[in-house]
């Protein structure tokens, strides 16, 4: 068994990381600057976005979306109960109504059907999260969006680097918003993009920053002007360049830490060929970005449940996570909306089979045989043997 603890999440940081922010420190330039300027030009190279636009978290994203968009009380929101508060927790914030759809069985994704069950004269817009790296159907979404004039607003916090049919998540001309916390993908600590269209972006700008008519930067630049104006009372969401100056250079190795993870997703799906599991699915269709590695514990097969699974792996130093708790399971939601467990009857199975493996480029060889290793021991420990006759 390992000696020391493996944290479910390492960030990877390099030298370069830390020299970049170190510059930007000196630079005399700390809040949205220069670097945050070149990020967003980077990040929409790399996503081949109309337009970007930083900010200091994911949820700030999708509120600003939603807020652009004037959806607001009277509007419903479809989004899936398979996913982080935030995505959730903005619709409220803007006084309009979340109206869950449940997931597919296999990707855990928002399942087109239900969404369509779901639209009523209220509805004004989809919020479609790639839960763990995988897209959804943006086809199927694509259309429901259009045949029933709806916004569509992408959560992409687990997919920076995914791809549907080829088209990176994030080029599109709707708003899709991005996470760059201190467990996603590409960090910056604390952090996030909002891609779309450039008219939509430059609304959001406003919106984002005080709701002022003109930025920091162009105001305090040599030759700048002192003028501004408020013109709606905005929110204070931008991005710093100490953060930018990380996303900068995890952009620049980004795409051998999206490698390495799909290397390990690869081993562990080969070790955990089993009729006890299930094992994360990609279809052909995608390039998964491999947030997490999800996998669930087939009904019946082991004599303990998916809390005991954990407690065991916690046991062998091995640090594991559950993603997510579905909505309807938390108290406000609950509450509020009358749900019960199984009113998405495939999430809330999903969730008790659940546990999102460590999953991350700083994890060594070791590291991952000594996941592999404790899963399969877990199996053989708890295995239901057939009664002798
Ligand atoms: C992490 C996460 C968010 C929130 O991202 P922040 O950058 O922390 O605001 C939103 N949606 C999903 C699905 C997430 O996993």
């Not at 259309?143 to 990176?168: K, M, T, W």
């Amino acid at each position: 068994m390992r000696e020391k603890f493996l944290s479910f999440s390492l960030p990877f940081v390099g030298q370069e990381e830390i020299d970049e922010v170190v510059e930007a420190l000196r630079s005399g330039w700390l809040t949205s600057g220069p670097r945050t300027r070149q990020f967003e030009q980077e990040f929409r190279q790399y996503t081949g976005s109309p337009g970007a636009l930083a900010l200091n978290s994911c949820t700030a994203g999708l509120h600003v979306a939603l807020k652009v968009l004037n959806i607001g009380p009277g509007d419903e929101v479809i989004t899936t109960p398979i996913t982080f508060a935030a995505s959730v927790n903005v619709i409220e914030h803007v006084g309009a109504t979340p109206v869950l759809a449940d997931v597919e069985p296999d990707t855990l994704n928002i399942d087109p059907v239900q969404v369509e069950k779901a639209i009523t004269p209220a509805t004004r817009a989809i919020i479609a999260v790639h839960y763990a790296g995988h897209p959804v159907e943006l086809n199927a979404i694509r259309n429901i969006a259009s045949q029933h004039r709806l916004h569509l607003i992408e959560d992409a916090a687990h997919a920076v680097g995914a791809e549907f049919h080829g088209e990176p998540i994030g080029c599109g001309d709707n708003f899709t918003a991005f996470s760059f916390y201190a467990t996603k993908n590409l960090t910056t600590g604390e952090g996030g993009m909002l891609t779309g269209n450039q008219e939509l972006l430059d609304r959001a700008r406003i919106v984002s920053l005080h709701g002022m008519n003109r930025e920091a930067w162009s105001r305090y630049a040599a030759g700048g002007k002192w003028a501004y104006d408020i013109v709606e009372p905005g929110f204070k969401y931008n991005m710093t360049d100490i953060q930018a100056a990380l996303g900068l250079q995890q952009l620049r190795r980004f795409s051998w830490m999206q490698e390495r993870r799909a290397q390990i997703v690869q081993q562990y799906n080969q070790a955990f060929q089993s009729a006890a599991f299930i094992t994360p699915v990609t279809r052909d269709s995608v390039r998964n970005a491999h947030h997490l590695y999800v996998l669930r514990i087939r009904e019946g097969e082991l004599s303990i449940d998916r809390n005991q699974f954990i407690d065991e792996m916690t046991a062998r130093n091995i640090g594991t996570s559950v993603h997510f708790i579905p909505i309807h399971m938390h108290s406000f939601y609950k509450n509020k909306y009358g749900y019960t467990p199984n009113s998405f009857p495939v999430a809330h199975g999903a969730f008790q089979q659940m546990l999102s493996l460590p999953l991350s480029p700083s994890m060594s060889d070791q590291d991952v045989c000594d996941v592999i290793e404790a899963v399969l021991d877990i199996r053989s420990k708890f295995a239901r043997r057939r009664m002798a006759a």
